[in-house]
């Protein structure tokens, strides 16, 4: 039963996924209009109004068209964010779990400073001194994402690395770019697929609700946080306005959600049954 229902959360994920980074990268041809075109003699037009699938907003644009294009710009956001944490946590985490002494204590602090702070808080800083935008947006993330692959990464090269494995190694004259790139980078790579998979889920939430707060990609771009955030006014009127939008990034994330948790009981001995 257990593993009859973790091949159905599986499956149930994959679609989930698949089909809205499907709409999003088909988005040009399967949006019936332009994203940003209004039609006022049109507004606030109910789901399965001629030429809107989904209706369309206070401003007569397609809500389709909106929320695909909308959804292919978190989904870039968030690839983008992820990749920039990968890369900036494992760095300092492999420096800073190797060679260890004052780097360590360095890095360590740095982290536990930027701990101490709420993401919302950090990323309003960041955000209002820098500026709306796609390019601030990512920054802001990525400053707050990369901690947790830091973490992780240090705490497993401060173990491995005084594994007999790699004393061998280290005795027969291998250099530290060669110990750190065969030998123990290898062996973070499944623990850093399985934190990136949830994290992926994560940054297309927070990049949404920036959006929703106006610290995001500014109108007249579609975000799902911007769509959601126009809505607002009009729930009792037009639900189809934020219900779609949210809809959509609810699937995202619990597809995502199925899908990093697959891959942590297929890394993870001690998940499986």
């Known amino acids: 039963m257990a593993r009859t229902a973790r091949s159905a959360r599986l499956v149930t994920g994959v679609v989930l996924v698949a089909a809205v980074c499907t709409g ?12 940003r075109q209004g039609d006022i003699a049109a507004r606030l037009k109910p789901p399965g ?15 389709l068209s909106r929320i695909l294009f909308g959804t292919r710009l978190s989904l ?18 492999v420096v800073a779990g190797y060679y260890g002494g004052l780097v360590d204590r360095l890095v360590g602090g740095v982290v536990d400073i930027q701990m101490a702070f709420p ?15 796609l390019v601030n947006v990512v920054v802001a993330l990525a400053l707050w994402g ?10 497993r090269v401060m173990s491995l690395k005084e594994q ?15 110990i750190i790139g065969r030998h123990m980078l290898p062996n973070v790579v499944p623990a850093l697929l399985v934190i990136s998979s949830f994290q992926v889920g994560q ?16 109108p ?7 769509i959601i955030s126009d809505g607002r006014a009009y729930v009792s009127t037009a639900w189809w306005v934020t219900t779609c939008p949210g809809v959509v990034l609810m699937g995202f994330v619990l597809g995502i959600g199925f899908v990093g948790d697959w891959l942590r009981e297929r890394f993870d001995p001690r998940m499986r049954v």
């Not at 999003?24 to 994203?35: E, V």
């Not at 109004?49 to 809500?63: A, S, Y």
């Not at 990369?146 to 705490?155: D, E």
């Not at 007999?164 to 060669?178: C, I, K, L, N, T």
């Open 49 to 63: 109004f001629p030429g809107h699938p989904l209706g369309t907003d206070q401003l007569g644009r397609d809500l």
């Open 203 to 218: 940054m297309v939430v927070a990049e949404s609700a920036m959006s929703f707060l106006g610290l995001g990609v500014q």
């Open 164 to 178: 007999e494995f790699v004393q061998a190694v280290r005795a027969m004259g291998a250099g530290d770019a060669r």
């Open 119 to 133: 993401f919302l808080l950090m990323a309003v800083a960041i955000v209002s001194a820098l500026g709306p935008g």
């Open 76 to 93: 870039l956001v968030s690839v983008a964010t992820v990749a920039i944490t990968i890369a900036l946590g494992t760095w300092s985490g």
């Open 146 to 155: 990369w901690v947790i692959y830091c973490r992780l990464v240090r705490a």
């Open 24 to 35: 999003a990268l088909l988005a040009p041809w399967i949006g019936s209009s332009d994203p």
């Open 220 to 226: 007249p771009t579609p975000t799902l946080g911007g």
